[in-house]
């Protein structure tokens, strides 16, 4: 069975940093693409930024290019999304999700974490 659990979630001034870390588990074979979505109150879930489970295809959106960065350690089956220069409207829920094909789709992926929340405020 596959399992994500997300950490890293928090709050953090305007030009500020946050990793966050999603823990899988029992994907092997499974999942071939990890996404971090994000969700603000009000709003639909995004897709923030994928990437290919051994890491050879990575993909952000436009909205985050430049500061945000995903990344998988195949070996501590863990990814990771570094956020910098954080914004105000980057506050929002973001979730862990695993799928079987590349897709900034929520509905094209299986399996999800609990999500974590980030807070970008002065």
């Known amino acids: 069975r596959v399992r994500l659990v997300e950490s890293g979630g928090g709050s953090v001034q305007p030009g500020g940093s946050l990793r966050l870390s999603c823990k899988a588990s029992?994907?092997?074979?499974?999942?071939?693409?990890f996404g971090w979505f994000r969700q603000a109150p009000g709003k639909g879930r995004e897709a923030v930024a994928l990437?290919?489970?051994?890491?050879?295809?990575?993909w952000q959106s436009a909205s985050v290019e430049g500061r945000f960065t995903v990344s998988v350690d195949s070996a501590h089956d863990t990814v990771y999304l570094q956020m910098t220069m954080l914004k105000p409207e980057d506050t929002a829920m973001y979730f862990c999700?695993?799928?079987?094909?590349?897709?900034?789709?929520?509905?094209?992926?299986?399996?999800w974490g609990q999500g974590t929340q980030v807070t970008v405020s002065s």
């Open positions: 029992g994907y092997e074979g499974i999942v071939t693409y």
């Open positions: 999700a695993a799928g079987r094909r590349f897709s900034i789709k929520p509905e094209d992926f299986t399996y």
């Open positions: 990437v290919s489970d051994l890491g050879g295809h990575v």
